[in-house]
């Protein structure tokens, strides 16, 4: 059993320079697992977790100092799962059933202050969601078998069947060859289907004006995967090609009064080729490098705008243990530059780096840090999909410093 507290204030940057915004957190989080059994008599998992999640968006105007703007995001979640395995010859069974529940809490919202207004009288007043008490419990089943038919090839066939309350059933399916010719060489070849069901904001967005916008269909994906793994003694190789189909793609559109974005499913199909490369290294046992890099093609069937993602993505790693339970190191990455499709003119989608510096260690026993310097050459990553000409994506802030202090009594 865990009991797991956060508690987070940050800066929201993705937001107009007419005012300052602040994202505060709080969830607490209760989850139990339990084990019984074995493979070859049957064996059974059970989860389950409880999920108290408070959320708040604040935003003051800078000149006055009052507020502009504040909104509430307060949810719970829960779930339980069972899970049965037994291992018959060759075979490895296993029978999955689940249960997932979210309810929105508070949603609510009021409205001071909007950049290209100013300030409001009487503000405005409101939920974020059409449904704000939005109440949805979602069940699966699944079904998977693991066939070793040699010591040197498994194969693996999966089912699965969701119902979903506001989305109804879907069933997907899984199969994957797993090809290990010797210790050091693995092969796996994979297809899949999968399905992604619209989130809140996706189809319960409350909307500026007058259009009501229809509800998305959930997304369908089929994916390939081949995957090619070599481990020599103090290295490894991974490569992975994957082709993905991608139907109903959800994507952001303007109303048709041009007062707001509603979600929406494209009549065309996104197809997503890539590849990716992993080299990981042991220098000694004191020093660890890790190369990735990444390659994505996207190709819109009918011509709708291509998703805002770079071409190629590489990263390197560091890591240096300088002395016992003590290590720091430094991580690069790089993204080519992306589309600009939004007609802000000021948007600047270009390449980046990043660099982060970062440690960790144990103090005693019960007590660890970690400590870190994020985008420290303070680079300003533009996101091109921004509604504001000079908004930078949230996912690359300027730079930042952070310390984490962890302590684990043992009760």
């Known amino acids: ?62 000149v006055t100092g009052q507020q502009a703007y504040n909104e509430n995001q307060d949810a719970t979640m829960a779930g339980v799962s069972l899970t049965g395995f037994r291992q018959i010859g060759s075979h490895v069974l296993a029978l999955g059933v689940s249960w997932s529940h979210e309810q929105a809490e508070d949603m609510s919202y009021i409205r001071h ?8 009288d009487p503000p405005w007043t ?7 008490d939005i109440s949805t419990d979602d069940y699966a089943v699944f079904v998977q078998d693991i066939w070793s038919i040699t010591n040197k090839l498994d194969l693996t066939l999966g089912a699965r069947y969701d119902k979903f309350d506001k989305f109804g ?37 409350v909307l500026e004006g007058s259009f009501v916008a229809p509800i998305p269909e959930p997304e369908r994906i089929e994916s390939f995967e081949l995957v090619y793994l070599y481990q020599w003694q103090t290295a490894s190789i991974s490569i992975a090609g994957y082709h993905n189909n991608v139907k109903d793609f959800i994507r952001e559109v303007r109303t048709p009064d041009g007062e707001d974005e509603y979600f929406a499913n494209s009549q065309n199909e996104l197809e997503i080729n890539g ?48 002395y016992d339970d003590h290590s720091a190191g430094f991580s690069v990455v790089y993204n080519s530059e992306r589309k600009d499709t939004n007609d802000v003119a000021e948007d600047d989608p270009d390449a980046f780096v990043i660099l982060n510096l970062f440690g960790s260690g144990v103090i005693t026993s019960e007590l660890s840090y970690r400590f ?40």
């Not at 940050?10 to 320079?17: A, E, K, L, Q």
């Not at 409101?126 to 704000?132: C, M, R």
């Not at 996207?298 to 291509?306: K, L, P, Q, Y």
């Open 126 to 132: 409101g939920n974020l969601l059409s449904e704000p």
């Open 1 to 62: 059993m865990s009991l797991d507290y956060y508690e987070n204030n940050s800066p929201f940057v993705f937001i107009p320079d007419t005012q300052d915004a602040f994202i505060e957190e709080q969830y607490v989080t209760i989850s139990a697992r339990h084990e019984i059994g074995d493979l070859e008599d049957g064996k059974l998992e059970t989860t389950m977790y409880y999920t108290d999640d408070r959320a708040t968006e604040r935003e003051t105007e800078q």
């Open 169 to 205: 059933g879907h069933s997907n399916y899984r199969a994957a060859l797993v090809y290990t010719p010797e210790v050091q060489q693995t092969w796996k070849l994979l297809y899949g289907t999968a399905i992604r069901t619209p989130t809140y904001r996706e189809y319960l967005k």
């Open 275 to 322: 590849i990716d490369a992993l080299y990981e290294y042991s220098v000694h046992d004191d020093l660890h490098l890790r190369l990735n890099v990444s390659y994505i093609d996207t190709d819109v069937i009918g011509g709708m705008n291509e998703p805002y993602l770079a071409e190629w993505m590489a990263g390197f790693n560091l890591n240096y243990a300088y």
């Open 113 to 120: 202050f909007r950049y290209d207004t100013g300030f409001i």
């Open 372 to 411: 870190g310097i994020d985008n420290v050459l303070d680079e300003l990553v533009y996101d091109p999909a921004a509604d504001f000409s000079d908004g930078y994506n949230t996912e690359r802030t300027v730079r930042e410093f952070w310390l984490q202090l962890q302590w684990s009594p043992v009760l």
